[in-house]
């Protein structure tokens, strides 16, 4: 499969802080995705991008397609306590997902 | 409209055992997906069905794992005999026909013993 790496691997935030995550690929993917994963759950799609350079915001979340379609970030604005969870971002081609290996963010006490 | 379910939640069996998953996609959604992710790895993709066709199963890990989707509406992921290593967290997706946004379950914990 298709190599994603995501960074950084865990982060502590405290409330009221913004949040950075990216991921890199040495292949070029036609959608990137990112999606959040509770204790529990299957991943929840957050937001999805089909254009190289493409900025979208779902609320407090903001996501970029990179220009070159290797890679793609994911900002959380003025975080709050159930933004905790770990974040994947996916790569698409071919009807396959090609996965990070996930953001844990943890609320800082 | 409700989405992905996946049953059983957990499942708990011996090396050797059979055991089968199960797989209800969103009403409508003719892609289904398979994914599965072992301890402290990344989400691997294992097949992909549009309907009841099987049109990409280069993850699948090794014959002991058969999947099936008769019908073209839920489908059934067996492996059989089960070894240690097929421990993890078995996910299931669906997606519109020409969508590449894929809705995800709650998945499946397997644990070979």
């Known amino acids: 499969g298709q190599q994603l790496n995501q960074s950084p691997q865990s982060m502590f935030i405290q409330e009221g802080e913004d949040v950075s995550m990216n991921c890199t690929s040495s292949?070029?993917?036609?959608?990137w995705l990112w999606y959040k994963q509770e204790p529990g759950e299957g991943p929840v799609l957050l937001i999805a991008?089909?254009?190289?350079?493409e900025l979208t915001s779902n609320g407090r979340l903001t996501a970029q397609f990179g220009i070159t379609r290797k890679d793609s970030f994911l900002n959380i604005s003025a975080s709050i306590p159930s933004d905790v969870g770990i974040y994947f971002c996916?790569?698409?081609?071919?009807?396959?997902?090609?996965f990070g290996a996930g953001t844990t963010v943890t609320v800082r006490a | 409209e409700a989405g992905v379910t996946q049953f059983p939640s957990h499942s708990v069996i011996e090396k050797g055992q059979t055991v089968t998953l199960r797989c209800d996609p969103i009403?409508?959604?003719?892609?289904l997906y398979w994914y599965r992710r072992v301890m402290g790895k990344e989400i691997k993709f294992l097949l992909h069905?549009?309907?009841?066709?099987?049109?990409?199963e280069s993850g699948m890990p090794n014959n002991r794992f058969l999947a099936e989707r008769t019908g073209g509406t839920y489908s059934t992921l067996k492996v059989q005999p089960a070894e240690l290593e097929d421990s993890g967290v078995y996910f299931c997706?669906?997606?519109?026909?020409?969508?590449?946004?894929?809705?995800f379950g709650p998945g499946t914990r397997l644990t070979v013993l």
């Open positions: 292949s070029i993917f036609n959608t």
């Open positions: 069905f549009v309907k009841e066709s099987k049109q990409d």
């Open positions: 991008l089909y254009k190289a350079g």
């Open positions: 009403s409508g959604h003719d892609n």
């Open positions: 996916a790569g698409h081609n071919d009807y396959k997902l090609s």
């Open positions: 997706a669906s997606s519109r026909p020409e969508y590449n946004e894929q809705f």
